[in-house]
């Protein structure tokens, strides 16, 4: 056993704690995101539309705090909070969080209806400094409906 296999079974258990919404999101709202912060990855013909999408501090009441780009070294942990419109057949999403180049984890979320809120957390290790990214994929097609870059340092 290396030293990653360890690092990317907690970093899994961890986002296995993943809080989920299972009514629809209250109101259309604009996504709200930095300047280069989020990248359309694709314009396929999916019925599956990311309408925002950001790294987080945390999430409350099923809203994202703090979101932003940088981070410092010191933070634990970090969210990543999609809201999705959907032609309401139950489909599943992953979060797919990369340091650098190398996936560190990836969590399967459900959608349940046409409108809906979700979100994954993921430990970042202290070492772990630099470059990040969260892929948004449609698990049925893996299409890649949103890349959300930001950094550690």
């Known amino acids: 056993m290396n030293f990653k296999t360890p690092l990317l079974l907690s970093s899994v258990l961890c986002c296995l ?3 989920q919404q299972t009514e629809p999101a209250a109101k259309k709202t604009a996504p709200q995101s930095q300047p280069g912060q989020i990248q359309q990855a694709s314009q396929g013909a999916s019925d599956v539309k990311i309408t925002r999408a950001v790294v987080c501090l945390n999430v409350n009441e099923r809203e994202p705090e703090e979101p ?3 981070f410092p070294p010191e933070v634990k942990r970090l969210y990543c909070f999609t809201e999705i419109k959907s032609s309401g057949d139950p489909l599943e999403i992953q979060h797919r969080w990369y340091w650098k ?3 560190m984890s990836a969590v399967p979320l459900n959608v349940k209806s046409a409108r809906f809120r979700t979100y994954s957390a993921k430990s ?3 070492y772990a400094v630099g470059d990040w990214r969260v892929a948004i994929v449609n698990s049925r097609d893996e299409e890649t409906l949103q890349i959300i870059n ?3 340092k």
């Open 150 to 152: 930001f950094e550690i």
């Open 68 to 70: 932003g780009n940088v």
């Open 124 to 126: 970042i290790p202290s």
């Open 101 to 103: 180049d190398e996936l």
């Open 17 to 19: 704690a993943i809080a």
